[in-house]
């Protein structure tokens, strides 16, 4: 079993940065791959980033790549999301998520965090 719990949402201006950090606890979270995944209102779960388990691999939503950066520190079992340029359509809950699997589906991660909300105005 994994927790996950996500700090650094908040209320930020368009152009403005936040950095998310996702904690885990219970079975080390260097065993499994991590994502960012976010939920507007009235719009399905989508996925933002992901990070391999050594950190080495990464990759992005096309709708993020060169602004949201994904690292995590296996020693302190966090990860992070690196939020730069935001724009009022970034607005949503944002989910760390936990895999076995090195995928993008939100269906194969098998533990989630409880969400940050991110709010950018214009």
């Known amino acids: 079993q994994v927790q996950l719990v996500e700090n650094g949402g908040g209320l930020v201006q368009a152009g403005g940065s936040l950095r998310l950090s996702c904690a885990a606890s219970?079975?080390?979270?260097?065993?499994?791959?991590m994502g960012w995944f976010c939920q507007a209102p009235g719009k399905e779960r989508e996925f933002v980033a992901a990070i391999s388990r050594s950190g080495s691999m990464t990759y992005y939503a096309d709708s993020v790549k060169g602004r949201f950066t994904i690292s995590r520190h296996n020693a302190k079992n966090t990860v992070y999301l690196q939020m730069n340029s935001l724009k009022p359509e970034d607005t949503a809950v944002y989910y760390c998520?936990?895999?076995?699997?090195?995928?993008?589906?939100?269906?194969?991660?098998?533990?989630w965090g409880q969400g940050t909300q991110v709010t950018v105005s214009s």
């Open positions: 998520a936990a895999t076995l699997l090195w995928t993008i589906r939100d269906g194969q991660y098998d533990y």
């Open positions: 219970g079975r080390t979270s260097s065993s499994f791959t």
